[in-house]
């Protein structure tokens, strides 16, 4: 949304004032604008909460794939740029996520080294040794 001038004048002098808040009164147009808005993300609300929902069940799984999915995410790292960085589509990415979809196995190990992950099997040591 752009602010009038009377509204940049506003913000600007309660920044010198070194005020943390300041009311700013929207004007008709941009009050439209924001109902817009508003509107269109509550459409949406519904299938990103089932979305979140998938993601979450997904990495709760046990095993790799759900290690895998969980560091994803603790790791914070835009979609886009870690499909980039791992060499897949983000949709895919974005599938594999939602447990909807699998990574072929060099992608897995990109994905690995970006999260800077070392896979590990621990093999059981002979009795005595």
Do not use: C, N, Y
Not at 44 to 63: H, K, L, N, Q, Y
């Amino acid at each position: 949304m752009q602010w009038t001038s009377e509204q940049i004048d506003q913000i600007k002098s309660a920044v010198a004032e070194g005020r943390r808040r300041v009311s700013v009164r929207m004007t008709d147009v941009q009050r439209q604008l924001w109902r817009q808005e508003v509107a269109t993300e509550d459409a949406g609300r519904a299938e990103t909460v089932a979305r979140v929902s998938r993601i979450r069940a997904a990495a709760m799984r046990p095993g790799v794939f759900g290690d895998l999915r969980r560091a994803i995410a603790l790791a914070r790292i835009p979609d886009a740029e870690l499909a980039s960085q791992v060499g897949v589509d983000v949709e895919l990415l974005d599938r594999f996520r939602e447990g909807e979809a699998e990574l072929p196995g060099a992608a897995i190990e990109r994905l690995a080294t970006v999260l800077g992950l070392r896979l590990m099997h621990e093999i059981p040591r002979p009795a005595g040794a």
